[in-house]
């Protein structure tokens, strides 16, 4: 176990390299100079070669990125062209709002969406299973922020259930925390849960035509057993796997969510660091991205070897 999750954790290190590779030559490839910005619209070509020293934008782009990508080592990502604040401290102040709202979409998406995908398979090409189908496609052709808006005005703007906007820290209590993060959080859940449900059902689906499944059956366990102790218990894998992937475009959620729900986390922050070309922050935060979905790739890869031992080898 521990030699395969080595592995998965060496080879992880090549393409987080590569990430690192692409993520600054994109950057820094885009038109505009921040010197420029940085220095407005009455600085004089001194005033700009200063900057551009300071920054050390006047080197070679090989040198820039030897110079930035050891330091990355390091943990340390350099400062904001704007607050002059060091982006490690930016990433840790924004992180909180992002984690929750993350961890509540992805309690919200496995408790509704892996129960409505079974239970779709079980009534297969019935009522239940075309409305929960239909659901699915709903939740693929939505975008986000629709979604969003639409629960806003029902929830908050109607049914005054919920704030409109805002993050509440969980330094006021966690439900408080919870019921500033329930609607962002539902909002991607909607989409994420149709991806998952519909992986579900075709998983459970075909488990419902083993062998076992009819033994079971035959002895006369109930349909919830048979269901969700012994179909379920098959398909982990490839649920799993799905929920990393979805794991992977919900931080293009989170960036579009954070923006319609003024939340204050990672997501916002790079939204404003994309308009403002603050190139340390940009980097900084696709750089932690990428470092999140390796981690994922790696915790789904160590899940596969506890559920399905012939993984290991």
Known sequence: MLRYCAARL??????????????????????????????GDNATPAQVEAIRARLKLDLPLWEQFSIWFADAMRLNLGSSIY?????????????????MLSLTTLVMTVCFSIPLGAIAAWRANSLVDRLAMGFAVAGFSIPVFVIAYVLVYIFAVELRLFPV???????????????????????????????????????VLDALGENYIRTARAKGLSAPRILFLHALKSVGVPVI????????????????????????????????AITRRDYPVIQGVILFFSVSLILINLIVDMSYALIDPRVKG
């Open 10 to 39: 060496l080879a992880g290190i090549p393409t987080l390299l590569l990430v690192s590779i692409f993520i600054f030559s994109l950057i820094h490839l885009t038109p505009g100079d921040p010197a420029v910005l940085l220095a």
């Open 83 to 99: 607050s002059g604040k060091p982006v490690t401290e930016l990433i840790a102040q924004r992180i909180e709002p992002t984690l």
């Open 165 to 203: 906007q805002g993050y509440k820290p969980l330094s006021g209590g966690l439900l408080t925390t919870l019921h500033s993060v329930t609607l962002p959080a539902l909002s991607l859940a909607l989409v994420f849960s149709a991806l998952i449900a519909r992986v579900t059902r075709a998983s």
């Open 241 to 272: 796997t799905v929920v990393g992937i979805g794991l992977a475009t919900l931080i293009g959620g989170v960036v579009v969510t954070e923006s319609v729900f003024n939340i204050p986390g990672i997501g916002r922050l790079t939204v404003d």
